[in-house]
């Protein structure tokens, strides 16, 4: 009889549980649905091209590499590519890697909006285009190209003890990784002359706290580098760490040794 009790019991306790799971489960889904309800009333929807898989930066876009995403507008519109400009993506380069689901924009295409020939339509929204200062070996011997990826590499001298610049410290960092070019001189994705290779000046997409950054890095003594990366490289190195003198006598025999490595030798 007890036994008969406890099983009795159990069925009960996990009736409830089921139940009460149910019940909690109910819940959360209405609170998403109305989530989802009241960011479509705020922000409005927008059915934009992403991609049906992982597609490779260079791919030639065919109808059967794009699909259709309902997304928020806001942020989107005029950025992200409709069904209504299929016809002027089609067989057309990507300029990077994409992810399976991925929004297509117009800065994903190589050439990008031929509509728009202005630079402002490239810049993403809550980004800034900044131009700093490369020539020659600073910008990889110019062959930095608008759509291109860079890390960018400053060097500065620090004041000394003394407050002087002549007894300073000479330091290198790494300022940013996996940045997006823009324009080199005036030439963008879009335009139609050439880069000379006597541009000075590379325009790069950063948020608004790195633009300070990179203002604040020009106006120091010192020299902004980049270097370029492959296009399906977004990985990021942490905790690189500040090089000077010191640092290169120390670690150079290691870090050769770990090149060597890499490269199989």
Not at 72 to 92: F, K
């Amino acid at each position: 009889m007890t036994r008969k009790i406890v099983l009795i019991a159990a069925l009960v306790c996990g009736i409830a549980a089921a139940l009460l799971s149910k019940i909690y489960i109910g819940a959360k889904e209405r609170a998403i649905a109305n989530e989802l309800s009241r960011i479509k009333d705020r922000y409005g929807e927008i059915e934009v091209l992403c991609f049906k898989a992982d597609t490779p930066a260079g791919t030639e876009l065919r109808r059967k590499d794009l699909g259709l995403k309902t997304v928020p507008a806001l942020g989107l519109r005029g950025q992200a590519i409709t069904e209504d400009d299929l016809q002027s993506v089609l067989g057309r380069k990507t300029t990077i890697g994409h992810a399976r689901g991925d929004v297509l924009f117009w800065t994903d295409i190589d050439g990008g909006d031929l509509r728009d020939k202005g630079l402002s339509g490239d810049i993403k929204r809550q980004m800034r285009a900044i131009s700093i200062d490369c020539q020659g070996s600073a910008a990889v011997s110019g062959m930095v190209r608008a759509n291109d990826h860079v890390d960018v590499i400053g060097t500065f001298v620090f004041p000394g003890a003394d407050g002087t610049v002549r007894n300073g410290t000479v330091v290198t960092c790494t300022i940013l990784q996996n940045v997006l070019v823009l324009a080199k001189g005036q030439t963008t994705s879009k335009s139609d002359a050439l880069s000379s290779f006597g541009d000075q000046t590379v325009t790069l997409e950063v948020t608004p706290r790195e633009a300070e950054m990179l203002a604040f890095a020009q106006q120091m003594k010192g020299r902004l580098v980049l270097t370029l990366r492959n296009r399906n490289d977004s990985s990021f190195e942490r905790e690189l760490p500040q090089v000077d003198y010191e640092r290169i006598k120390r670690e150079i025999e290691s870090l050769n040794l770990v090149r060597q490595q890499k490269l199989g030798h």
